[in-house]
Nanobody, 127 residues
Framework: QVHLVESGGGLVQTGGSLRLSCAAS????????MGWFRQAPGKERELVAG????????RYADSVKGRFTISRDNAKNTLYLQMNRLNSEDTAVYYC????????????????????WGQGTQVTVSS
């Protein structure tokens, strides 16, 4: 089992920044590909960004490219999401998720392949 706890959400004005963190425990963090997902009211959960086990490879949704940065610190068992230039369309509950992967350089983008999820943290962007 991998236990994930997100933090860092909150209320921010349009154009502002937030940094989300996800603390992992229970298993060897570096054995898992990680992702940040979000779900807005009435919408499906979507992948925001994914990162490989090693941290060398990343993938982003088109809507956040150039504004968001995913990173990880395997020594601290922590995943991050730096979010800049936020706008109202970024308002959602943000979840971190883990997927067991064999290849250290692969980024998993399919939601169904993530088996471990945090409880979510709310991000609200006000105009």
């Amino acid at each position: 089992q991998v236990h994930l706890v997100e933090s860092g959400g909150g209320l921010v004005q349009t154009g502002g920044s937030l940094r989300l963190s996800c603390a992992a425990s229970g298993r060897t963090f570096s054995n898992y590909g990680m992702g940040w997902f979000r779900q807005a009211p009435g919408k499906e959960r979507e992948l925001v960004a994914g990162i490989s086990r090693s941290g060398d490879s990343t993938r982003y949704a088109d809507s956040v490219k150039g504004r968001f940065t995913i990173s990880r610190d395997n020594a601290k068992n922590t995943l991050y999401l730096q979010m800049n230039r936020l706008n109202s369309e970024d308002t959602a509950v943000y979840y971190c998720a883990a997927t067991r992967t064999l290849d250290a350089g692969t980024v998993i983008t399919a939601t169904r392949l993530y088996g471990y999820w945090g409880q979510g943290t709310q991000v609200t962007v006000s105009s």
